[in-house]
């Protein structure tokens, strides 16, 4: 039983299915939105969420960092049922910011 | 010079343009020692003495998981520096303060420069300097806003008194409880050796003791302290039998309490307003129900506002390029001698047709462009992915995936590389597969042409068509092989970040707009140049010397004309079987916006306009002014025009819609490509009806063949040339069958 709420957070991720915004589950946890993101960098340090960015990586396209068809999506972030630390499955930088 | 300050915060909260404001031009940029992190060092003076400033990395807490983490907490416990700012952003103190609790920790004396204030106040929130330096234990805190140098004089005198007067802080930060009794007993035994009191600050040395810092812990190993090491364990298993929770979990908790007290007193949030908002749009927006249908009616405004509200500029542009850029340089190219000459084909019917062609077409993306604009700035882009997310669910697919296929909506190159993302190798292949389908920015001109020249005022409902079927397409597609080839286990559940909703900035819209609509153009200079040129060389080369000679010939018996009249009769059933589509075709495998600069090239070809000589520069230059002015009119038009079309979706509803400049003739208003694909597909269809029903089965074909190149090579890297092989199999057997079924129940349907 967590006491704790930076447990609770990570019951409730244990416990979800489908997606879920930050919002719904800060409301779930009584937390503000920031609080859970707060919270959730501390997870992501110890390795038990994972956070995955979309990469805008443009391999051998030859307009690279001009291209004008670049979409951005949201941060995603997910249980690490493997307890390995944490690491951003993708890091790369964008390579419309290259 | 012995006063060091040294700036800490979170990444992308200002600092560093904090730093360039206090320091000017009197900085040194190099990296740590030994790392690769940037360090970045300079000067500040005030008054007659100069402060060293060092800006210490981006980070949001002072564990030792990350090198920028273990950088900045080795700089303030090991050269001691004078005061540290905590660059905090005003807009999102929750994460901010997290670190700022663990610097107070570090029992030095804390400057707190709440920048960003600018950002907070325009998210209603309250903050008060006297109450948060309170609830901090009387820590000068300095309202900033970096990018405007707002606030450095408070700051340069925030720090002034601090090196005269330091103060740390009288507060006992976050512990309680038992946390706090083992951090005391800890302490006193570090008070009690040399050695550590001397290099450590005791609390913070408790603290990280107790957390099991293994990074402070090696250190420590070094020297003969077994007894407080074994003291720390000791006291770790005893908060960990009493509380059943790990220490570092309970600590790290309870500075999370503490900075929950700290913004409860001394800010006034809105989110009674802000977030039930956006929680109450959301219940509407991203409902189980009605979240799909809204996601597709605000596809089809987009593409509504995108096709026909941008028509009368595409035309204007058109007219642009053929009565202005086109005539003159023809006439030019006659004045000096070179008006047949295949340097005058090379520019007339390589450059400017091929670039010309996909010039025209800046309008529509443009438009496309700001209607992105406003929803990525408004909130909804990401929702968008939200409410796919149950149809993919639905179908059995990872929710996941919809995230690289939105990314395909723009590009299928990045939502190919976005498939890392999942974990799952099945996954991964089975997304990756489907975002081909996903119809990419650089298919949008083929449509749009397509759907202005056969649809007239219907062609939103063309492309808004095309997105869809590719939607259907993938969905489809997945359900069979996530049924079949790409067996894998559920799907791993997961958390999003959502933006709240908010008014779009115009400023920002216009930014992206502009960023966005300039990589075009540059696209258009570099890529489709290079591949306009080539293919003038193509069209201008004979297939047999017995045909002509260079440059002299008709296009369908050049090199090109050839080669894609071998191919043509496989698209016969399709309604388009001819060597100008099927050449077409195969250029947009290198870029699928070369498909319209392409036929352009060729029909530009066989359609020349006759060069009207009487007209001089001024008259042409008044015929493109009004044009542009009857362009603007007719955008307002279209615009209000929206609404009845909309409103007439639903059945039985027939609202009239504006028409204040109708046009004599319809084929005033076509470009001039459009005019060339009505005759060509008629042609090759057997009559206007077959012609219109051959064009969607193009777009069709368009829509489902094989990515372009770049696409390609990103999945052969990704997945292998096996796997790359079979995507480009499928792609081509379900884009022909599509388009044949399209061309020929079609028939059935409307001959």
């Not at chain 2, 075009?520 to 000679?549: C, E, N, R, Y």
Request: net charge negative; hydrophobic share 45%; charged share 20%.
């Amino acid at each position: 039983m967590a006491t704790t709420t930076l447990s609770k957070l990570l019951e409730k991720f244990e416990e979800i299915s489908g997606a879920l915004s930050i919002q719904a589950l800060a409301s779930e946890l009584e937390l503000r939105p920031a609080q859970v993101e707060s919270m959730v960098d501390f997870w992501i340090n110890k390795g038990r969420i994972r956070v995955s960015t979309n990469p805008s990586e443009c391999g051998s396209c030859s307009v690279q960092g001009d291209c004008p068809f670049i979409l951005e999506m949201p941060r995603t972030f997910e249980l690490v049922n493997d307890h390995a630390h944490n690491q951003e499955l993708v890091s790369r930088i964008p390579c419309n910011q290259k | 010079m012995n006063k060091t300050i040294a700036l800490a915060g979170n990444p992308n909260v200002g600092k560093s343009t904090l730093f360039n404001a206090l320091t000017g031009s009197h900085q040194h940029v190099g990296n740590w020692p030994g790392k690769t992190v940037e360090k970045k060092d300079g000067q500040l003076w005030i008054g007659e003495q100069e402060i060293r400033v060092v800006d210490l990395p981006g980070t949001y807490s002072l564990t030792a998981y990350s090198i920028e983490e273990i950088i900045t907490r080795d700089f303030i416990v090991n050269e001691k520096p004078t005061a540290v700012i905590a660059v905090v952003n005003a807009a999102n103190l929750d994460r901010n303060l997290y670190l700022v609790t663990q610097l107070i920790e570090l029992d030095i004396p804390v400057i707190v420069a709440l920048n960003m204030t600018d950002v907070a106040r325009r998210r209603g929130l309250a903050i008060s300097l006297k109450g948060l330096s309170e609830r901090l234990g009387g820590l000068p805190v300095v309202e900033t806003v970096g990018n405007r140098s707002e606030g450095l004089e408070d700051l340069k005198e925030a720090i002034e008194l601090v090196i005269k007067y330091p103060h740390t802080g009288n507060v006992q930060t976050s512990f309680s409880g038992i946390v706090q009794e083992e951090i005391e007993s800890l302490k006193v035994m570090i008070e009690g050796q040399e050695q550590l009191k001397e290099n450590y600050r005791p609390g913070w040395l408790a603290t990280k003791l107790l957390e099991n810092d293994l990074d402070v812990i090696k250190k420590l190993e070094t020297l003969e302290v077994e007894g407080l090491l074994e003291s720390a364990r000791a006291a770790r298993e005893r908060i960990e039998t009493q509380t059943g929770e790990d220490p570092e979990i309970l600590i790290a908790d309870q500075r999370y309490q503490f900075v929950d007290k700290v913004i409860d007193s001394a800010v006034e949030h809105p989110r009674e307003t802000t977030i039930t908002r956006s929680e109450r749009i959301d219940k509407v927006v991203t409902h189980k129900i009605w979240g799909l249908p809204i996601f597709l009616l605000l596809m089809w405004l987009v593409f509504q506002f995108t096709s026909n509200v941008s028509a009368p500029f595409l035309d204007w542009v058109d007219v642009f390029i053929n009565e202005l850029i086109l005539k003159w340089t023809v006439r030019i190219l006659g004045l000096a001698g070179l008006g047949n000459s295949w340097i005058s084909s090379l520019i007339t019917d390589g450059v400017i047709a091929g670039v010309g062609g996909v010039l025209v077409f800046v309008p529509v993306l443009l438009f496309l462009y700001l209607a992105l604009g406003v929803m990525e700035d408004s909130g909804y882009m990401a929702r968008a992915a939200f409410v796919m997310d149950r149809v993919m669910r639905w179908m059995g697919l990872h929710g996941k995936s919809f995230l690289p296929m939105i990314i395909g909506f723009g590009c299928t190159v990045p939502a190919v590389y976005a498939t890392r993302t999942l974990e799952n190798e099945k996954d991964r292949k089975l997304t990756a597969f489907l975002a081909t389908f996903m119809s990419c920015g650089a298919r949008l001109p083929v449509y749009v042409v397509f759907g202005a020249a056969f649809f007239g005022a219907s062609s939103g409902t063309l492309v808004f068509a095309m997105y869809f079927l590719g939607i259907v397409v993938a969905l489809i597609t997945g359900f069979v092989m996530k049924n079949t080839v790409y067996k894998s286990k559920p799907p791993v559940p997961f958390v999003m970040e959502l933006p709240p909703y908010r008014i779009p900035r115009p400023r920002d819209v216009w930014n992206q707009m502009w960023e966005r609509t300039h990589g075009f153009l540059v696209k258009s200079g570099t890529v489709i140049l290079g591949v306009s040129v080539a293919l003038w060389l193509l069209m201008a080369i004979p297939a047999h010397q017995d045909l002509g000679p260079f440059n002299e010939i008709q296009a369908g018996d050049s090199l090109f004309g050839r080669i894609s009249g071998l191919l043509a009769p496989v698209f016969k059933p399709a309604g388009f079987g001819s060597w100008q589509t099927t050449g077409s075709l195969m250029t947009g495998i290198l870029a699928k916006e070369v498909i319209v600069s392409t036929m352009s090239q060729i029909y530009a070809g066989e359609s020349l306009p006759v060069v009207d000589t009487t007209a001089s520069f001024q008259e042409d230059l008044v015929l493109v002014g009004t044009g542009f002015g009857r362009a603007a009119f007719l955008t307002v038009q279209e615009t209000i025009n929206i609404i009845p079309r909309t409103i007439n979706l639903i059945p039985f509803v027939d609202l009239g819609e504006l028409d204040f400049l109708p046009t004599e003739g319809q084929e005033l208003d076509y470009t001039r490509l459009e005019g060339s694909l009505i005759k060509a597909f008629e042609k090759t269809a057997g009559s206007p009806r077959a012609g219109a029903i051959a064009a969607v089965a193009f777009n069709v074909f368009v829509l489902l063949y094989i990515p372009c190149v770049a696409a390609v090579t990103a999945m052969k890297q990704e997945f292998g040339r096996r796997w790359m092989w079979a995507q480009i199999t499928y792609t081509l057997v379900i884009a022909w069958t599509a388009s044949v079924v399209v061309f020929q129940v079609g028939k059935l349907f409307f001959l």
